[in-house]
């Protein structure tokens, strides 16, 4: 495939920085999007000139998880951008099974956008949003944007989100949001009672990965609301104890989700995103601040990294 454009992921950085990557050395991205420039043998010869956008997750399709299409529960599974090179070059290469065409019409940079709209999708799918639910979201990087975009899609009541980043705030002004609280400046459980006219949120969404944030989200519960853990964990997520008997006695059920489902059934949530984003349901165009090209990305990680100036979704765009 010829790279079109690749999305810098918040988890990009510590693999850039500090963790690493699970195999070295390795080119990371596993946000992308481009043409299909050949192919293997084996595979159909008319993928060749496509536009696609890829599934980055490589299933061994032998285990019980793939056997049942549980392909993100895989047990040996390997990844674009992790495991093995991705998208931060001008070509690379993946099973056309993990390719899927991009509607006409919808730009390859928005197209690669689908990996963060659909891990955004099955969150909410998770939690099984009802049209009227309120929803509260931790965090407005690209993910908590997505979610509060899903979140208009299925219906839901007022949408709150709140962030520490003033500036992320700001940036979800523009997009038409308008429950917006300053995580840093005091307490969201409280403002998000008070928008809810003290009921509580029905479902609350951690996408940040901090502990207190998690704390704020039990609290802001309404009782026998859903809270979803979606946020890598920066370190240990810990409870008080007054978050804990919220857990217990408003009986909120505690949802983890992990990656999106590429099976057809029940939904493949990648097909069903691209739709959105085809359609125009779910506008992704806005949050890519940023496009650079590959002698420049090395630079606005770094800036990433150290949390120098505004950028939502940051595209790597290999040749300018
Ligand atoms: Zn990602
Ligand atoms: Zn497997």
Not at 55 to 64: E, K, S, T, V
Not at 80 to 105: I, K, Q
Not at 184 to 189: C, E
Not at 276 to 304: F, K, S, W, Y
Request: charged content about 20%; some cysteine; hydrophobic content about 45%.
């Amino acid at each position: 495939m010829r790279v079109a454009a690749c999305g810098v992921c918040g988890s990009d950085l510590p693999r850039v920085f500090s963790k690493g990557t699970y195999r070295f050395p390795l080119i990371p991205g596993h946000e992308l999007a481009g043409t299909v420039e050949a192919v293997g043998a084996e595979v159909d010869s008319s993928w060749v000139g496509r536009r696609v956008a890829v599934f980055p997750l490589i299933p061994c399709r032998r285990c019980a998880a793939c056997e049942s299409g549980a392909y993100a529960q895989c047990a040996d599974y390997d990844y674009l951008g992790s495991r093995r090179d991705g998208g931060f070059a001008e070509f690379t290469c993946m099973p056309a099974w993990n390719l899927l065409p991009v509607p006409d019409g919808l730009p390859l940079h928005e197209a690669a956008m689908l990996e963060p709209a659909a891990v955004a999708l099955h969150a909410l799918r998770r939690a099984r949003l009802d049209a009227g639910d309120s929803v509260l979201i931790m965090g407005a990087g690209p993910i908590g944007l997505l979610l509060a975009m899903w979140a208009r899609v299925f219906g839901a009541g007022k949408i709150l989100i709140a962030d520490i980043n003033i500036e992320r705030l700001r940036f979800a002004r523009t997009l038409k949001f308008d429950h917006l609280h300053d995580a840093g400046s005091g307490d969201t459980a409280a403002w998000a009672r008070r928008k809810t006219a003290e009921r509580g949120a029905d479902v609350v969404i951690e996408a940040t990965g901090a502990s207190a944030a998690l704390e704020q989200c039990v609290l802001a519960a309404c009782a026998f609301g859903r809270v979803v853990l979606l946020g890598n964990p920066a370190g240990a997520m810990t409870l008080s104890q007054a978050a804990y008997w919220a857990v217990l006695r408003r009986e909120l059920r505690m949802i983890g989700s992990w990656n999106s489902s590429y099976s057809e059934l029940p939904r493949n949530e990648w097909r069903l995103a691209l739709e959105c984003m085809a359609d125009g349901r779910i506008e992704v165009g806005p949050l890519v601040t940023h496009q650079v090209p590959l002698e420049n990305l090395r630079g606005r990680i770094e800036m990433l990294r150290y949390r120098k100036g505004f950028a939502c979704k940051v595209m790597c765009v290999p040749r300018g």
